[in-house]
């Protein structure tokens, strides 16, 4: 399996932006499918973003639809998720994920066997 580090998190005002990175150990990063999940307090995790290996197919949630973007570098081993006009609703921990599944437009949790430890993201009304 591949390990997987987030970063990137922090506090932000609403309306602003916050880059999320995800740096995975081992040489096979480029053949998995990779995902950002996020989980509110209270609350199930739920799916934000997936991106398949060749960084062109990508999926994502309606809520965050038009406003982040997921891609990632196979040469550096990363995946990102840039986020910008940041709600208050978009408060939570953000987990990185990684699976061998080909990429689908219904990827749950329960797909995906790898996790990041998480990095929290707070935005301010």
């Known amino acids: 399996q591949v390990q997987l580090v987030e970063s990137g998190g922090g506090l932000v005002q609403a309306g602003g932006s916050l880059r999320l990175s995800c740096a995975a150990s081992?040489?096979?990063?480029?053949?998995?499918?990779m995902g950002w999940f996020r989980q509110a307090p209270g609350k199930e995790r739920e799916f934000v973003a997936a991106?398949?290996?060749?960084?062109?197919?990508?999926y994502y949630a309606d809520s965050v639809k038009g406003r982040f973007t997921i891609s990632r570098d196979n040469a550096k081993n990363t995946v990102y998720l840039q986020m910008n006009k940041l709600k208050p609703e978009d408060t939570a921990a953000y987990y990185c994920?990684?699976?061998?599944?080909?990429?689908?437009?219904?990827?749950?949790?329960?797909?995906?066997?790898?996790w990041g430890q998480g990095t929290q993201v707070t935005v301010s009304s």
């Open positions: 081992g040489r096979t990063f480029s053949t998995y499918t």
């Open positions: 994920a990684a699976t061998r599944r080909i990429l689908t437009a219904t990827m749950t949790q329960n797909n995906f066997g790898s």
């Open positions: 991106i398949n290996w060749s960084n062109r197919n990508t």
